[in-house]
């Protein structure tokens, strides 16, 4: 199975991030949760965004990076909201088999990247009217990935909602969405052998952070309408 490395929204590592990370651990991954916040977490986004700019990005994006030095090469980034962005930066700097981002996508030039890795395949999510959508740093990235032939893929969802896979934020979640830990998203996952040599007894590990434990279980808060595929592709 995979290395898989999730980067929060800006309003950290809340349960949607935990389930996610629950899901793909009960499939058999290695899930590393990346906390840039040191376990801060937000309900309001104000709030949350006075934080980020206080910490900056430059250094959110330089936590991300630190977050993920225990990984091997070829690993899954997949970031929420503005851990998109995260994911993306990772991805520059790093070999990872592909890079998965619901409701956040960035220009590369805003991350001070000039080219996407070659055959670094992406998949966007997105609520078709989300408040938050900027569909020209959608087209912008997914026009980047196509120049370096690699393949992109993007889904949109009926409704308005931003973290539309948190089931703890009612006016944003998507009840009826197609499960965002499903095979959709989670083909994202390849199978790697070394990977799964690196474990134990048929347990799976799963990191937040820098620190690691070997656990059978998550323990953490675990916690519909068809997508559009928006056709962009190699």
Request: glycine share 10%; net charge neutral; with cysteine.
């Amino acid at each position: 199975m995979a290395d898989i490395a999730l980067f929060h929204s800006v309003l950290g590592a809340r349960p949607g991030v935990h389930d996610a990370a629950g899901r793909l651990h009960a499939a058999g991954h290695t899930v590393t949760t990346v906390d840039q916040y040191d376990g801060r977490v937000f309900d309001d986004y104000e709030e949350a965004a006075r934080l980020a700019e206080a910490i900056g990005y430059p250094t959110l994006m330089q936590r991300a990076l630190e977050g993920v030095v225990g990984l091997p090469d070829g690993f899954v980034a997949i970031g929420f909201s503005n851990g998109g962005g995260m994911a993306e930066f990772v991805a520059t700097q790093r070999r990872v088999s592909r890079v998965v981002l619901a409701s956040g996508t960035l220009p590369l030039a805003m991350i001070d990247v000039l080219v996407w890795p070659a055959d670094t395949p992406v998949q966007i999510h997105y609520a078709l009217d989300d408040p938050n959508r900027r569909q020209e740093w959608i087209d912008s990235l997914v026009g980047s990935v196509k120049a370096a032939g690699a393949p992109v893929e993007a889904f949109d969802y009926p409704g308005r909602g931003h973290l539309f896979t948190d089931a703890s934020l009612p006016d944003e979640y998507i009840p009826r969405r197609p499960s965002f830990c499903g095979s959709r998203c989670w083909r994202s996952a390849p199978s790697d052998r070394a990977n799964e040599e690196r474990r134990s007894g048929g347990s799976a590990s799963l990191r937040t952070g820098r620190r690691s434990w070997r656990c059978s279980q998550v323990r953490m808060v675990t916690t519909g309408t068809p997508a559009v595929w928006r056709g962009h592709d190699r």
